[in-house]
């Protein structure tokens, strides 16, 4: 089964606007961390943003924002201000477990952002 | 630091044929990891390290083999490629294993024809 989904088509983002990015995920453990990152055309991988599922507070870092809805099962990002520069693929990943001496990653298919001028 | 270095950044294989990916990391991280990514996909797990010495696999480990001798390199070994394996590879480090953010390397694009 697939522990993340992403199924929002590409999607076309006017500059300086917000953006938000669906992802689910499906897990029964109840200590796990919930992953963004980002993936330019030229293909590297960039870290993003981080949520713990015991984490009171939504993770913020500068321009991204998550927004953890725990019941849901639900932890979309935001980007806040959009640049040209964000145009790229996002990818929403989840680690099982606690993190100590484990820090397998399973990755969503991506969700595609095209910012425009 | 170099960070996570890659090589070689595209390669094509014939059937059959064995190779071996580099990754190296100058950044002492313990924890190191491989993962392949194919078209429309996320990053998949191949193998992963916890250390020198110490490995394991992960969700798609079968037509690959992995050995950490040293901290800083964690060699991919294609036994015999096949065009299934046709992906772009990752190497990831962190300087744990329950360190949040995975340090990723360019990329290898590799094609079996």
């Given amino acids: 089964a697939q522990k993340i989904t992403q199924t929002q088509p590409g999607m076309f983002v006017q500059e300086k606007e917000a953006v938000t990015l669906d992802c689910t995920y499906d897990t029964s453990d109840p200590s796990y961390g919930l992953f963004w990152y980002k993936q330019p055309s030229s293909g590297e991988m960039i870290f993003l943003i981080y949520q713990g599922s015991y984490d009171q507070q939504n993770a913020t870092e500068g321009r991204y924002s998550l927004n953890f809805q725990k019941a849901r099962k639900s932890a979309n990002l935001v980007i806040s201000a959009s640049q040209l520069g964000d145009s790229a693929m996002y990818f929403c990943a989840m680690r099982e477990g606690p993190g100590y001496g484990n820090n397998r990653l399973a990755f969503g298919k991506g969700n595609q952002v095209v910012v425009i001028p | ?113």
């Fill in chain 2, 1 to 113: 630091n170099a960070g996570v270095t890659q090589t070689p950044k595209f390669q094509v294989l014939k059937t059959g044929q064995s190779m071996t990916l580099q990754c190296a990391q100058d950044m002492n991280h313990e924890y190191m990891s491989w993962y392949r990514q194919d078209p429309g996909m996320g990053l998949r797990l191949i193998h992963y390290s916890v250390g020198a010495g110490i490995t394991d696999q992960g969700e798609v480990p079968n037509g690959y083999n992995v050995s950490r001798s040293t901290t800083e390199d964690f060699p991919l070994r294609l036994l015999s490629a096949a065009p299934s394996q046709t992906s772009v590879y990752f190497c990831a480090s962190t300087p744990t294993a329950h360190y949040n953010e995975q340090f990723f390397g360019p990329g290898t694009r590799l094609t079996v024809l």
